[in-house]
C-alpha cells in the first residue's frame, strides 16, 4: 500500500495546452485541411500535402460552389481552354484521383468530393474562408448533421483479438483508441486548460481503468496491484477491496459519488457488472455479463454492452440490475463506449462492422431513448486495418469530448477535442483542441458540471522478441529484438534462420525490413507510400512475397501481391484480387502457395504460383464473419489449419483441412477460451499459438491431437504470435507491452 500511495502522492503538474487558428482571405479550411490560394499550398493539421496542377485547380474550383455540382463541362471550360488538345475525360478522372488520395478520399464513401453521376462533382464537406482573423461560412451543405469525421486512429487492446483472428496478419496496438475528428480545425484560440498527472504507474503496472466521480472531488482506478479511490485535491488514496482473483476493467459513478458500477473480469471469464460502495461493505453484482457500463445523470438506469467482443449489443437495465433490455445492436455488430446526454434522454455510441480485410466500418449514433429513434451522427469508413470502433467519449453540458489522432509521424499518438452539441444530438461549432501530449487516449469521465475530466492515456510498445527453442519447448527467456518506438511485427525468418523479417511503422507507414537477431539495426526491404503487409518467403526461400494494400483512407478493393528477389532487385505484381487478407507457402520441396479472400459472408482460399500468377480455389467456406478466421499452411503443403476467434468463454478449436481431399479434423483446445493467432512449427508436427486475453496470456504448443501445453506466460506483458525459423531453433514473438497514467484536466 505504501508503495501505491506514494505513486499517487508524487504527481506533477504538466502543463497546459493551446492551439490557435490563423488564416487569410486567400484561405480556405475543411476538415483538417487548408487550401491556400495564393502560396498554392495544401496543408493537412499544418503539413504540406503534394497537390499541384491539375488537381490543385480542381480543388480550388470546387471550393468556390461547395454543395453545389460543378459540372464537367464547366471544369473543361475553366481548366482546359479551347485551344489545349487533351483527352479531356482521361485528365479530368485521373486529377480527381489524384485529389481524392491527396485529401485521404474514397469515390465509394466520399467525404469531400462526391461524384454526381452524369453531370459532374459536388464538394460535401463545410468551407470556411479566414479573414483578419474572423471565419466566415461559404456553405455548409454536406450529407452530415454537423462537422464531419475524418480517419483513423487506433485501437483498444482487446480487439487486438478480432483483428488476430480475421486476417493473421497484423494486430492493433495495445491500449489505443479510435482517433475521432469532427469537423475542422480550431479557428480561435481554444479554452485555457490545466492539466495534471494524477497517477505515476511505471510501464509494468498500468492503469487499466479510470472514472471521475460526478462531483469531481474522487478518482476510482484500478491496475495490477488493486482498486484504489483517491480524493484529489488532498492526494488521500485508499484501497478497495473486490471479489476474489477479479480486477476492474471499466467503471462508473453514480451522482451520489458515493458509489459505482463497475466491468470486473478474472481469468477466463467474461465480465460481469458490479455495483461498489466507497463506504465499505461487499460489492454487489449486478448483471452476469457486460462491459463499458455508463451510469444515467439522474442514476435510474445503466447502459452497457453486452455480448461477444464480435457480436453484442447496448442494454439498458434499471440502477438496482433490474429489467434488463436491448436497447440497440443487430448480429455481427460491436460497440465502444456509452455516453449519455446531460439531460439524460439520449445516448452517443460508436456502432462498428469488420471491414472484409482490414479495418471497422462504422458510425457514432445517437439514440433518443423516448421513441427509440437511432440518427447517424457521421459515418466511419475505411478506418485503417488498426482501428476500431472503442473510441472513448463523454457529452457534457459544454458539449462532446472525443479523442483524434495526431498525423505521421505522431500516429500512435492520439489527444482530447471537443465541440458543442445542439440539444437535437448534433454537433456545432468548431471543435476546439484540449491537449496535444503524447500517447494514446483509453478513457475518458468528466464531472457534471464539466469542468474537471480525467483520461488514461498511455504509450503502447509493441516489438519483436526473439526466444530460441528445441522441439516443443521454448528453452530461454524471449529477448527484444527491435528497439526503436514503433510498431514492429514479425511474419517470417531468412532461410538461413539468422535473420526475421518484419514490417514497422517507423517512417509513418508499414514497409518490411529484416534484421539479424545479432544486429541493433535492420535493414529496409519494402519502402513505398503504401502499407505492404504478411511479408513472406516463397518456397525455396529465394522470393520475398508480400501484400500491398490500399491506404487506410482509400476505400479501394483490390489488393495487389507482390514479389521480389530476397537478394535485391525490382518488385513484380504476382496477382492482384479484391479482399486479399492473408497469403503464405509451403518450405520446399513443396511448391504450393495459398493466399484467402473474404466476402460478406464467405471465406476462400486460391493457390498461386509466384511467377504465374493466379491458380485454383482450393477451399471455401461460408460463415456470417469470415473475416474472423486465422489460418496457417503446413510446411509440407498438404494441411491448413484454421481457427476462428469466438469471443468470450468459447472452446477453443482448430480446423485442419486436407488439401489431398481427406476429412477435415476438429481439434477442441480443452482448458482455452480462445486461440488467437497460430503458425505450424517447422517440422510439422505442432502448433506454436498464442490463447486469447487481455494480459499475460500464453504461448501455446499444441499436437495433432489437440494437446496444448503453456510454454511461456509473458508478465506484465502480452504475446500475440510466434512465427518459427525454418531450422526450428528459433521463434519470432510479436509482443506488446504498454504504460497507462492518469491524467486531469481542468477549465474555467
Known amino acids: 500500500?505504501?508503495?501505491?500511495?506514494?505513486?499517487?502522492?508524487?504527481?506533477?503538474?504538466?502543463?497546459?495546452?493551446?492551439?490557435?487558428?490563423?488564416g487569410n482571405s486567400h484561405t480556405r479550411r475543411f476538415g483538417v485541411f487548408e487550401l491556400d490560394l495564393q502560396a498554392a499550398e495544401l496543408r493537412r493539421s499544418g503539413m504540406k500535402v503534394k497537390l499541384q496542377g491539375q488537381p490543385f485547380q480542381v480543388l480550388s474550383l470546387l471550393l468556390e460552389k461547395p454543395g453545389e455540382v460543378v459540372g464537367r463541362e464547366e471544369m473543361r471550360k475553366r481548366l482546359w481552354p479551347a485551344d489545349t488538345f487533351v483527352d479531356f475525360d482521361h485528365s479530368l478522372n485521373a486529377a480527381i484521383r489524384r485529389l481524392r488520395d491527396a485529401l485521404g478520399d474514397s469515390a465509394e464513401n466520399p467525404t469531400f468530393v462526391e461524384t454526381v453521376a452524369r453531370r459532374g462533382y459536388r464538394f460535401?464537406?463545410?468551407?470556411?474562408?479566414?479573414?483578419?482573423?474572423t471565419s466566415d461560412t461559404i456553405a455548409t451543405e454536406t450529407n452530415l448533421a454537423g462537422p464531419e469525421l475524418v480517419a483513423p486512429a487506433a485501437a483498444r487492446f482487446h480487439l487486438w483479438w478480432?483483428?488476430?483472428?480475421?486476417?493473421?496478419?497484423v494486430l492493433v496496438l495495445f491500449g489505443l483508441k479510435i482517433g475521432l475528428s469532427l469537423g475542422q480545425r480550431p479557428t480561435a484560440a481554444p479554452l485555457q486548460v490545466r492539466i495534471s498527472r494524477l497517477t505515476a504507474n511505471p510501464v509494468d503496472d498500468r492503469v487499466r481503468a479510470a472514472a471521475l466521480s460526478r462531483d469531481g472531488k474522487y478518482l476510482a482506478f484500478s491496475d495490477a496491484t488493486g482498486f484504489y479511490l483517491r480524493q484529489i485535491d488532498t492526494g488521500e488514496t485508499h484501497s478497495i477491496p473486490l471479489p476474489a482473483g477479479s480486477a476492474a476493467e471499466s467503471l462508473s459513478w453514480f451522482p451520489d459519488s458515493a458509489h459505482m458500477i463497475a466491468a470486473l473480469t478474472a481469468p477466463d471469464r467474461a465480465p460481469s457488472l458490479w455495483e461498489i460502495s466507497v463506504l465499505g461493505g461487499s460489492a454487489r453484482k449486478l448483471s452476469d455479463e457486460g462491459r463499458s457500463p455508463a451510469v444515467s445523470p439522474d442514476g435510474r438506469e445503466i447502459a452497457f454492452v453486452s455480448g461477444k467482443k464480435v457480436s453484442n449489443q447496448i442494454w439498458l437495465m434499471a440502477a438496482d440490475g433490474e429489467q434488463p433490455r436491448k436497447e440497440v445492436g443487430d448480429p455481427g455488430d460491436f460497440f465502444g463506449t456509452v455516453a449519455w446526454s446531460p439531460d439524460g434522454t439520449r445516448i452517443a455510441y460508436i456502432r462498428g462492422t469488420l471491414g472484409r480485410t482490414y479495418g471497422v466500418n462504422g458510425a457514432v449514433e445517437v439514440e433518443d431513448l423516448r421513441n427509440q429513434h437511432v440518427k447517424s451522427l457521421v459515418q466511419l469508413n475505411s478506418m485503417g486495418w488498426f482501428s476500431s470502433i472503442d473510441g472513448p467519449l463523454a457529452w457534457t453540458r459544454d458539449g462532446l469530448i472525443y479523442t483524434q489522432a495526431e498525423p505521421s509521424p505522431r500516429q500512435l499518438d492520439s489527444n482530447l477535442w471537443t465541440v458543442g452539441m445542439e440539444p437535437g444530438g448534433n454537433p456545432t461549432g468548431t471543435p476546439i483542441r484540449l491537449t496535444s501530449d503524447p500517447g494514446a487516449v483509453s478513457s475518458i469521465t468528466a464531472s457534471a458540471d464539466g469542468k474537471r475530466m480525467v483520461y488514461v492515456k498511455g504509450v503502447p510498445q509493441p516489438d519483436v522478441y526473439v526466444a530460441r527453442t528445441e522441439g516443443q519447448r521454448v528453452i530461454s527467456e524471449p529477448v527484444r529484438l527491435t528497439l526503436d518506438d514503433r510498431q514492429d511485427l514479425p511474419?517470417?525468418?531468412t532461410s538461413d534462420g539468422k535473420a526475421v523479417i518484419f514490417i514497422s511503422d517507423r517512417t509513418g507507414v508499414f514497409n518490411v525490413y529484416r534484421q539479424a537477431i545479432d544486429q541493433a539495426v535492420p535493414e529496409l526491404l519494402i519502402g513505398g507510400t503504401r502499407p505492404a503487409l504478411t511479408p513472406r518467403l516463397n518456397p525455396d526461400g529465394?522470393?520475398?512475397?508480400?501484400?500491398?494494400?490500399?491506404?487506410?483512407?482509400d476505400n479501394a478493393s483490390s489488393i495487389s501481391l507482390m514479389r521480389t528477389p530476397l537478394a535485391g532487385g525490382a518488385p513484380q505484381r504476382v496477382l492482384a484480387a479484391d479482399w486479399i487478407n492473408n497469403q503464405q507457402c509451403a518450405r520446399a520441396p513443396a511448391t504450393l502457395c495459398l493466399y484467402s479472400v473474404v466476402t460478406k459472408d464467405t471465406f476462400t482460399m486460391f493457390s498461386f504460383d509466384p511467377l504465374k500468377g493466379n491458380g485454383a480455389q482450393v477451399y471455401q467456406r461460408k460463415d456470417e464473419l469470415p473475416q474472423l478466421y486465422n489460418w496457417s499452411l503446413s510446411p509440407d503443403g498438404r494441411t491448413v489449419a484454421m481457427a476462428k476467434w469466438q469471443g468470450d468463454g468459447a472452446e477453443a478449436g482448430i480446423r485442419l483441412v486436407s488439401l489431398s481431399g481427406a476429412a477435415e479434423k476438429w481439434l477442441t483446445i480443452h482448458g482455452w477460451t480462445g486461440v488467437a493467432a497460430m503458425d505450424w512449427a517447422a517440422d510439422g508436427k505442432s502448433l506454436w499459438a498464442t490463447s486469447t486475453?487481455?494480459?499475460e496470456?500464453?504461448?501455446?504448443n499444441i499436437d495433432l491431437q489437440g494437446h496444448a501445453r503453456a510454454v511461456w506466460r509473458p508478465k506484465k506483458r502480452s504475446v500475440f504470435w510466434a512465427v518459427p525459423s525454418r531450422d526450428g531453433r528459433y521463434l519470432?514473438?510479436?509482443v506488446s507491452s504498454s504504460s497507462a497514467n492518469v491524467w486531469m484536466l481542468e477549465r474555467p
Not at 460535401?124 to 482573423?133: D, F, M, Q, S, Y
Not at 496470456?697 to 501455446?700: E, G, T, V, Y
Open 124 to 133: 460535401l464537406a463545410p468551407v470556411t474562408a479566414k479573414a483578419n482573423g
Open 542 to 553: 529465394t522470393q520475398l512475397l508480400y501484400l500491398v494494400y490500399p491506404n487506410w483512407s
Open 162 to 169: 478480432i483483428i488476430a483472428g480475421a486476417a493473421a496478419v
Open 491 to 493: 511474419f517470417d525468418w
Open 693 to 695: 486475453g487481455e494480459d
Open 732 to 734: 519470432a514473438l510479436h
Open 697 to 700: 496470456n500464453a504461448l501455446l
Open 1 to 22: 500500500m505504501g508503495n501505491r500511495t506514494s505513486q499517487v502522492l508524487n504527481s506533477r503538474v504538466v502543463g497546459s495546452t493551446n492551439a490557435t487558428g490563423n
